[in-house]
């Protein structure tokens, strides 16, 4: 089994960054393809960025060039650095682990607003 805690967010103005942090307990860390989510109020949740066991990485299209995500398996932590943040970015952002489980944390408030 694994559990997975998100920080890292917060209010932060347009034009901003800021860098998520997922770390997990448990083992097998790093036999997981990772990703980060989002949910906006009143919106479904959707893929932000994937990361394969191998790095292999992938965006939506909408963060594609701003945000990067990364692992580190020695420290069985997922980031996700977020550049020029936009308020349509403002979500509630949730880390996954993709197994024959898939295991969610509680998720991390992003809030970009002036």
């Known amino acids: 089994q694994v559990q997975l805690v998100e920080s890292g967010g917060g209010l932060v103005q347009p034009g901003g960054s800021l860098r998520l942090s997922c770390v997990a307990s448990?083992?097998?860390?790093?036999?997981?393809?990772m990703g980060w989510y989002r949910q906006a109020p009143g919106k479904q949740r959707e893929l932000v960025a994937a990361?394969?066991?191998?790095?292999?990485?992938n965006y939506a299209d909408s963060v594609k060039g701003r945000f990067t995500i990364s692992r580190d398996n020695a420290k069985s932590t997922l980031y996700l650095q977020m550049n020029t943040l936009k308020p349509e970015d403002t979500a509630v952002y949730y880390c996954?682990?993709?197994?024959?489980?898939?295991?969610w944390g509680q998720g991390t408030q992003v809030t970009v607003s002036s």
């Open positions: 990361i394969s066991r191998g790095g292999v990485t």
């Open positions: 996954n682990a993709r197994g024959i489980i898939t295991y």
């Open positions: 448990g083992s097998g860390f790093s036999s997981y393809p």
